[in-house]
């Protein structure tokens, strides 16, 4: 098969592209900066100038391809110009859905997050447990309604929809949120421990990238949802797990709730007028899903596409050792 990716250049995308290089697929990558594309130099790979915003590019690259991935998305819980959230997550969607459905390819494999479903009644959440009445980032919430774009191009226009969920994505070469925390913990520059008693579902790299290529090739599953993810921590427990890889003691301050979310609160303002990110990742959004976390159900993706977890802790050695 001939696959057009979008994000290949990400945390995900990279380990991506390395199973798909297991394959026989060939690969065509839509790239904004040719200076990030060292892992896609491969003889299978070839490279369009382009981003999701501009819909030429989208469709030179998908000309004659048989499937679409897409990854590309703004990942971030706190950005200088908040209209970017909307431009990647929502329009840029948009824009690959309906170029997609032109150029008749047989498959889209669109990625999301579990925290579109902001905090559901059940829990742990399924596939198809309704979504929560709030999300709790601007991150989340345009990734919602990315989601609802596609979704509703699969209802009407016939868009062939597979959506990936992955919940809190560990691993080795990620620069943000999650990695972020491991780098500040590791070399001891995380001032205290927060939301400590909170609960987020993990989930190794490698088997978010498997679950694309196992749904990518699974037949028959228009349609299907697959949440990604299994080791279901709170941040006392994670916090344990890197002090003891890291060998580093963890900080000795424990910040209650309310004050974190106050600082929270006051360094998001004050990164909003200086337009630089607030100090320790302490934004309001970032906050907000250290508080609410989410309990995610991944069994689907085991059941139906035969995926194997690999235990979280080889995600945090990894980690680790890339930041040490």
Known sequence: MKIFITGATGFIGNRLIKRLEQTDHLMRCLVRDRKRTSNLSGSRVELIDGDVSDRDSLRRGMTGCDWVINLANLYSFWEPHKSDYKKINVD??????????????????????????????ETPFKEDSPVGSIRFSRYSQTKYEGDLIAWELYRNKKLPLVVIYPGAVLGAGDPKASGQYIRDFVRRKLPALVMEDSVLTFVHVADVAECIVRASAKPNNIGEKYIVGKYRLSFSELNQMIAEIANVPPPK???????????AYLLTAIANLIKKAPLWGMSVDQINIMRYGFRADGSKAERELGLVYTPIRSAVEEAVASFK
Do not use: Q, W
């Open 92 to 121: 840029g969607t948009r824009n690959v859905m309906e170029c997609a459905l032109e150029a008749g390819v047989s498959k889209v494999i669109h990625v999301s997050t579990v925290t579109i479903y902001g905090k559901p009644k």
């Open 253 to 263: 301050f424990r910040l209650p709730d309310l004050l974190v979310r106050g600082n």
